[in-house]
């Protein structure tokens, strides 16, 4: 068992380094190689960029400086339902404020029976599946959710913590095995091969809903299900005489919840393996309903106390204080955390779109391009929520000569529209078609348009490190 977990440590990174430089991004920013002041935040996928680069997911130790990132916003005790998707923002349009969304998405979350859906697709927008992420952090809490997994070979579901230092505690469910949950924890995104362990499930993954709980203490982890608790993790236990740390996740993180599509040819052997084999797009759910799902009813959120000694000089935002990346680096404050436009940063958090002249001459769209605004998104510009201006002309900036991993370009702008759903390539970026009635699980629903960010988000979003 701890030979296939390694193997399949292995492939994920291999998978998320190769997705990064398709991206054109890969040494943008990341493992001391710190993102430039005019494009100051890193973001979990090592591009460089300002606005939804610098919230949720921006690496403080990576980026221009500590302070480059938007302050995140505290952790909020709170049951959350999924009746309606009034509390879900698409990543184009969320700006921080965690008083008007609960969640961030990509790709295009479903609804059907009060419970949310992450849908995967063979084309469309969820073609490289659907990510959830917590707009608030948790710093030690109780997090639990009554979900059930997707089914099938090649399709992974997961429910994660993950911090900005890439401090991560798993559970994750690979479609061919609806007996089992694998566990697994990281320490600033270092590999460890021995720190994966499956959980027996007492029935169908799929067709059952199992409440699935992580207990985050600072000195103590465990992952229960269905209220029994199956495993525990100690600090004490974490300790690397090679560093002299605990090497024991200890950092705000937010929650989040994928689906995708680990069995894709263009994927390594050995993640295809992990993953059961290659996605089947003629197996039952795709073929029914038109895409993979797993469900997801209820998500409770239990915050901790801040561990003992805390600098604490406010009840508002966690912020870094140094580059060590430890819970002895994290400080609460009444620090902002919305930003005014996309195009601003956590120096800049005023920074808006130009307005067009007393003499309503337009403004050039070079005014507003010189930046990425939303990772993973080759060549996206900074036009409003993320899209292109509205002057019309192409105002999209190339991270790289290529498209991604889809075989999508970067290099070109279908709509002038900042109201649309268009953005690079002529591809949406997950801000549309959101159904709110419970139909999502009717036969063969009409397929979705495509996106670069779901592609990113659902890959890197979980399986960076």
């Given at each position: 068992?701890?030979?296939?977990?390694?193997t399949?440590?292995l492939a994920?990174?291999?998978?998320?380094?190769?997705?990064?430089?398709?991206?054109?991004?890969?040494?943008?920013?990341?493992a001391?190689?710190q993102c430039?002041?005019?494009?100051?935040?890193c973001?979990?996928?090592?591009?460089?960029?300002?606005?939804?680069?610098?919230?949720?997911?921006?690496?403080p130790?990576?980026?221009?400086?500590?302070?480059?990132?938007?302050?995140a916003?505290?952790?909020?005790?709170?049951?959350y339902?999924?009746?309606?998707?009034?509390?879900?923002?698409?990543n184009?349009?969320y700006?921080?404020?965690?008083?008007e969304?609960n969640?961030?998405?990509?790709?295009t979350?479903?609804?059907?029976?009060?419970?949310?859906?992450l849908?995967?697709?063979?084309?469309?927008?969820?073609?490289y599946?659907?990510?959830?992420?917590?707009?608030?952090?948790?710093?030690?809490g109780?997090?639990?959710?009554?979900m059930?997994?997707?089914?099938?070979?090649?399709?992974?579901?997961?429910?994660?913590l993950m911090?900005?230092?890439?401090?991560e505690?798993?559970?994750?469910?690979?479609g061919?095995?609806?007996?089992?949950?694998?566990s697994?924890?990281?320490?600033?995104g270092?590999?460890?091969?021995?720190?994966?362990?499956?959980?027996?499930?007492?029935?169908?993954?799929?067709?059952?809903?199992?409440?699935?709980?992580?207990?985050?203490?600072?000195?103590?982890?465990?992952w229960?299900?269905d209220?029994?608790v199956l495993?525990?993790?100690?600090?004490?236990?974490t300790?690397?005489?090679?560093?002299?740390?605990?090497?024991?996740?200890?950092?705000?993180?937010?929650?989040?919840?994928?689906?995708?599509?680990?069995?894709l040819?263009?994927?390594?052997?050995?993640?295809?393996?992990?993953?059961?084999?290659l996605?089947?797009?003629?197996?039952?759910?795709?073929?029914?309903?038109?895409?993979?799902y797993s469900?997801?009813?209820?998500?409770?959120?239990?915050?901790?106390?801040?561990?003992?000694?805390?600098?604490?000089?406010?009840?508002?935002?966690?912020?870094?204080?140094s580059?060590?990346?430890?819970?002895?680096?994290?400080?609460?404050?009444?620090?902002?955390?919305?930003?005014?436009?996309?195009?601003?940063?956590?120096t800049?958090?005023?920074?808006?779109?130009?307005k067009?002249s007393?003499?309503?001459t337009?403004?050039?769209?070079?005014?507003?391009?010189?930046?990425?605004?939303?990772?993973?998104?080759?060549?996206?510009g900074?036009?409003?929520?993320?899209?292109?201006?509205?002057?019309?002309?192409?105002?999209?900036?190339?991270?790289?000569?290529?498209?991604?991993?889809?075989?999508?370009?970067?290099?070109?702008?279908s709509?002038?529209?900042?109201?649309?759903s268009?953005?690079v390539g002529?591809?949406s970026?997950?801000?549309?078609d959101q159904?709110?009635?419970n139909?999502?699980?009717?036969?063969?629903?009409?397929?979705?348009?495509s996106?670069?960010?779901a592609?990113?988000?659902?890959?890197?979003?979980?399986?960076?490190?």
């Open positions: 068992m701890g030979r296939l977990l390694a399949a440590t994920l990174l291999s998978v998320s380094s190769a997705f990064a430089q398709q991206a054109g991004s890969a040494s943008e920013c990341g001391g190689k430039p002041s005019n494009k100051p935040c973001s979990q996928y090592g591009q460089c960029g300002v606005g939804a680069f610098c919230l949720g997911g921006c690496d130790l990576n980026s221009h400086s500590l302070d480059s990132c938007v302050p916003p505290v952790c909020n005790s709170q049951d339902k999924f009746t309606s998707l009034d509390g879900v923002t698409p184009t349009k700006l921080g404020d965690s008083s969304s969640w961030v998405s990509s790709g979350p479903e609804l059907h029976d009060d419970s949310l859906l849908t995967l697709s063979e084309t469309g927008e969820s073609s599946g659907t990510l959830l992420a917590s707009t608030t952090y948790v710093w030690y109780k997090i639990s959710a009554q059930k997994s997707s089914r099938g070979q090649g399709v992974v579901t997961a429910f994660i911090s900005d230092v890439k401090d505690i798993d559970f994750e469910w690979v061919t095995d609806l007996e089992t949950a694998q697994n924890f990281y320490f600033q270092i590999p460890d091969y021995d720190n994966g362990k499956n959980l027996s499930v007492t029935s169908s993954t799929f067709d059952d809903y199992h409440t699935y709980e992580i207990d985050w203490q600072p000195t103590q982890l465990t229960s299900v209220g029994s495993r525990t993790l100690k600090r004490s236990e300790w690397n005489t090679t560093t002299n740390q605990y090497h024991y996740p200890q950092t705000p993180a937010r929650v989040q919840f994928s689906l995708w599509p680990a069995g040819s263009s994927n390594g052997e050995g993640t295809i393996a992990w993953a059961g084999g996605v089947n797009w003629n197996a039952q759910d795709p073929s029914t309903v038109g895409y993979y469900m997801i009813k209820d998500v409770n959120v239990d915050c901790y106390d801040a561990p003992a000694g805390v600098n604490k000089t406010g009840s508002k935002s966690y912020i870094y204080t580059n060590t990346g430890t819970n002895e680096s994290i400080a609460i404050t009444d620090e902002d955390t919305v930003l005014k436009s996309l195009l601003g940063s956590g800049d958090m005023d920074a808006d779109y130009p067009a007393a003499s309503g337009a403004v050039p769209a070079a005014a507003t391009s010189e930046v990425a605004t939303v990772p993973g998104l080759t060549g996206a900074p036009g409003t929520n993320g899209h292109p201006g509205n002057d019309g002309s192409d105002n999209t900036v190339s991270e790289s000569g290529s498209g991604s991993g889809s075989g999508v370009s970067g290099s070109g702008v709509s002038a529209d900042s109201s649309s268009t953005g002529g591809f970026q997950g801000n549309g159904r709110t009635s139909d999502a699980l009717s036969p063969k629903e009409s397929g979705l348009q996106s670069m960010f592609a990113a988000m659902a890959v890197f979003g979980l399986l960076v490190l």
